[in-house]
């Protein structure tokens, strides 16, 4: 079965540094779509990035970027120049190609500090 | 601006009422979703439907049934609730290929 883990339950960082989010998942399929997601405090979950398993290069998104590794099954999340904004719950999810069913690691609570 | 629209914000049920969490989405998305969110535990599918009337269980089923009889309203019923069922409710939708969910904004059911 699909797995998600995120072994960082809560990380701070401060105003203006980057920081990184871990996120490993376990998967026999070939083709598969990685993704972060944010949810703020006001709740409304939002997407923040996508990779595509067969795209070996690393998904960008203004100051968020991603290290996929795709041997080691490990797609981190990388937040540069961090904003107060960015304070929020941060999930890491997969999806088979193919199917409906995305499944989400536990999270990692964010904060930036001023 | 797409939007998915979940009824209520905070709902406060008795233990044995039947609840309906209601969600619509303007996008014309033909899947929709339902996940509960607790903590530690991420997010866990209920219930999911890719086109009207159709439906798939997810992880978690018991105790839900969900309803959808236009493409853009998606429900989750909860039969008879119990205070196992207190959480968040998340809804969500996507169109039938690779991109990202478009959620809603949750709504907190307790259940007392």
């Known amino acids: 079965a699909q797995t998600v883990t995120q072994s960082q339950p809560e990380m701070s960082v401060q105003e203006a540094e980057t920081v990184t989010l871990s996120c490993t998942y376990d998967?026999?399929?070939?083709?598969?779509?990685l993704f972060w997601y944010k949810q703020p405090p006001s709740r409304q979950m939002i997407l923040v990035i996508r990779?595509?398993?067969?795209?070996?290069q690393n998904a960008t998104e203004n100051r968020f970027s991603v290290n996929f590794q795709k041997a080691a099954k490990s797609f981190s999340l990388k937040i540069s120049d961090s904003q107060l904004g960015d304070t929020a719950m941060y999930f890491c999810a997969s999806r088979t190609s193919g199917t409906y069913k995305y499944i989400f690691g536990t999270g990692t609570r964010l904060k930036v500090l001023a | 601006d797409v939007k998915v629209t979940q009824s209520s914000r905070y709902l406060v049920k008795r233990t044995g009422e039947k609840v309906f969490l209601e969600c619509v989405q303007d996008m014309d998305h033909e899947n929709m979703f339902w996940y509960r969110q607790d903590p530690g535990l991420g997010l866990r599918l209920i219930y999911f439907?890719?086109?009207?009337?159709?439906?798939e269980k997810g992880d978690i089923p018991e105790g839900y049934s969900v309803s959808r009889e236009k493409k853009e309203r998606f429900s989750l019923i909860l039969e008879s609730a119990s205070t196992n069922q207190t959480s968040m409710y998340l809804c969500?939708?996507?169109?039938?290929?690779?991109?990202?969910?478009?959620f809603g904004s949750g709504t907190r059911l307790t259940v007392v």
């Open positions: 969500a939708s996507s169109f039938a290929g690779n991109y990202g969910y478009t």
């Open positions: 439907s890719y086109d009207v009337k159709m439906k």
């Open positions: 998967t026999s399929e070939n083709n598969y779509y």
């Open positions: 990779q595509e398993a067969y795209k070996q």
